[in-house]
């Protein structure tokens, strides 16, 4: 079972959107392969999406999972966990897993999902305040971050690959996800704010740069190392919200060429972090999805279902342009081709 993550510790990459493009063409472009999504983010909009999207009752459809007896969402998983935070109780993980097919015939019948769920926030304090206990003999961190592993290992035999869309933040939900991945898709904008937010999101996840060593004990990679157990390789950079019409403009050109030297840099030194030996294996460029995303994310639909021409969104008329729908499509191929 192959685990990846999409996560930047900033918001407003557009990782979301990217996720569930990337997800649902790869399996239609996979239709053997089992696929888990699991959506990490109190705010659920990948799960929404999923489910249909704002226009197709996606958020009500959502609503109705986690009104279900054991609430059919990460949070309901979560919450037979407060209990029992240091041992595994017993459970039956498909109670917490959906076909969003059923809700959303756009997505791929081979897409199963565990639904998003903003008690994810409420349960914060509290998940903290466990990881953080001290018992002698007990890894109680360790114990915590190993809650959606503990989820995922009775599913080894049912799924292929698992992708899971994070929230943006590093806050220890966040953490559980990232302890369990093999592999990271890093979505950056072309802005100077994106350039720290992966040098940032690099300092987090592997401990690098820190500024001061007092911090280097209670590192998350320091954390996960001295459990013996291996972080998660930086797998992709999605660069995203490129111009539409003529690839990058000159200054986002320029962002993006720095933002491409320092992930060189940090492969010199660092190579074990990555799995791609060169940029280019390791980098794809993601246009602008315009009015095309607008109305795909609307609707929930993966770009390869999405009609052109004139349509109605939210009671207004707005025009899918057929070469820009090939475009984005052609864009999220490129990715898949490298997940």
């Known amino acids: 079972m192959l685990k990846y993550a999409f996560w930047n510790n900033k918001g407003g990459t557009g990782k979301t959107s990217l996720a569930f493009q990337a997800i649902t063409r790869y399996a239609e472009l996979h239709p053997q392969t089992r696929i888990l999504v699991v959506d990490m983010c109190p705010q659920a909009n990948m799960s929404e999406l999923l489910l249909g999207g704002m226009t197709n009752g996606g958020g009500n459809k959502l609503l109705l999972q986690q009104g279900r007896i054991p609430r059919c969402s990460i949070g309901g998983y979560f919450q037979i966990r407060l209990p029992s935070p240091y041992s595994v109780p017993a459970f039956n993980p498909m109670d917490y897993v959906m076909q969003p097919h059923s809700q959303n015939t756009a997505v791929p019948a081979n897409i199963s999902l565990v639904c998003g769920d903003p008690l994810l926030e409420l349960q914060s304090n509290a998940i903290n305040t466990l990881s953080n206990t001290q018992i002698p003999g007990t890894d109680t961190w360790i114990a915590v971050a190993d809650w959606l592993r503990d989820f995922l290992n009775p599913l080894a035999n049912d799924f292929d690959v698992v992708f899971i869309d994070c929230n943006p933040s590093f806050s220890l ?68 919200r490129i111009t539409q019409y003529m690839g990058p403009a000159s200054a986002y050109a320029a962002v993006l060429h720095a933002i491409e030297v320092d992930i060189a840099n940090l492969q010199l030194g660092h190579p074990q972090l990555f799995t791609f030996n060169n940029l280019h294996d390791g980098t794809v460029s993601i246009r602008d999805f315009q009015t095309t995303g607008v109305v795909a994310f609307a609707r929930g639909l993966p770009f390869s279902q999405l009609k052109s021409g004139k349509q109605t969104v939210g009671g207004h008329r707005v025009e899918v342009n057929e070469p820009y729908r090939q475009n984005c499509l052609q864009a999220i191929d490129e990715m898949v081709m490298k997940l």
């Open 173 to 240: 939900y966040t953490q559980i996800a990232l302890a369990t991945v093999d592999r990271l898709v890093l979505p950056v904008m072309a802005d100077d704010s994106s350039r720290r937010a992966v040098q940032n999101a690099l300092s987090l996840v592997y401990g690098l740069s820190l500024p001061s060593p007092i911090y280097a004990t209670y590192a998350f990679s320091a954390k996960l190392r001295a459990a013996g157990r291996q972080l998660p390789l930086v797998h992709m950079i999605a660069k995203n």
